[in-house]
């Protein structure tokens, strides 16, 4: 019961901060709430197109999602812990728009199924995506390779030096 509970106010919370957070030039990169070691906590993940939010828009989603939270009394547990963050710079990659914004960017590609020579990792320069695949070239190899965009299980973006 408490799981749909959780997944609940993550929805209610993802929906209702969507207006809020774009007046701060911000977009809801995630929303999760759940029970951890140290207590229930509501993570909302934010970010933007051009770069990463720094912390002072977190500071302020922050500040307006507490207002908001107190105002809604949408969760009903005693105690929480609110936590406003990005997706960092090794972000996940998790659909088409996120590959065509990272175009030409290293990521890291792990497959739900492995290819015909058995291959279910890539590490590699993003091409783009076309007809539903992801087209991801590996340098070490010298060769391009084409993912199907259902068969990714996790994409990662990667730092590159």
Same mark, same amino acid.
């Given at each position: 019961? &408490?799981?749909?509970? $959780? ?11 969507? %207006? =809020?957070?774009?007046? =701060?030039?911000?977009?809801?990169? +995630?929303?999760?709430? @759940? ?10 993940? =934010?970010? @933007? ?6 912390? $002072? $828009? !977190?500071? $302020? ?14 969760? %009903?547990? +005693? ?7 990005? %997706?960092?710079?090794? @972000? %996940? ?13 290293? !990521? ?7 290819? +015909?020579? &058995? ?8 091409? &783009? ?16 390779? !084409? ?15």
């Amino acid at each position: 019961m &408490g799981n749909f509970i $959780e997944k609940d106010i993550s929805s209610k919370v993802r929906n209702a901060l969507g %207006p =809020i957070v774009k007046e =701060i030039g911000v977009d809801i990169f +995630d929303v999760t709430f @759940r029970r951890e070691k140290t207590g229930r906590t509501l993570r909302i993940v =934010i970010d @933007r197109e051009e770069s990463l939010p720094g912390l $002072e $828009e !977190c500071a $302020e989603v922050s500040r307006r999602i507490s207002k908001w939270l107190d105002e809604a009394d949408l969760i %009903p547990y +005693d105690g929480y812990s609110l936590e406003v963050s990005t %997706p960092g710079l090794e @972000r %996940p990659l998790r659909s088409e728009k996120d590959f065509l914004k990272f175009s030409g960017k290293i !990521c890291k590609v792990t497959a739900k199924e492995k290819d +015909d020579t &058995g291959r279910k990792s890539y590490t590699g320069a993003i091409l &783009g995506v076309e007809n539903g695949s992801l087209k991801l070239f590996v340098e070490k190899e010298n060769k391009e390779f !084409c993912i199907k965009l259902d068969n990714i299980a996790k994409a990662v973006l990667q730092l590159d030096f």
